[in-house]
Nanobody, 125 residues
């Protein structure tokens, strides 16, 4: 079992920045990739970013490309999401997710096996 704990959310003005952290514990030695998703009220949970644990390969949603950056610290078993130039439409609960093995569609929630409880990000206009 893998446990994921997100932190770093909060309230920020439009144009500001936040850095989210996802600390992992448990059987992380077998984790293939980590992803960030977000869910706004009344909306589906949507893909934000993904990083493969072993080689660092990264994918971003078009909506955040150029503004957000995912990274990892292997020694700390932690992944990060640096969010810059935040917009009100970025307001959502942000979830960290772990994929234990490869699936074809990296941007879908089905590809992930463990989820954190989420951290709220609110961007005011």
């Amino acid at each position: 079992q893998v446990q994921l704990v997100e932190s770093g959310g909060g309230l920020v003005q439009a144009g500001g920045s936040l850095k989210l952290s996802c600390a992992t514990s448990g059987r992380t030695f077998n984790t293939y990739a980590m992803g960030w998703f977000r869910q706004a009220p009344g909306k589906e949970r949507e893909f934000v970013a993904r990083i493969q644990w072993s080689d660092g390969t990264i994918y971003y949603a078009d909506s955040v490309k150029g503004r957000f950056a995912i990274s990892k610290d292997n020694a700390k078993n932690t992944v990060y999401l640096q969010m810059n130039s935040l917009k009100p439409e970025d307001t959502a609960v942000y979830y960290c997710a772990a994929a234990q093995y490869y699936r074809y569609v990296y941007y879908d929630t089905y590809a992930y096996d463990y989820w954190g409880q989420g951290t709220q990000v609110t961007v005011s206009s």
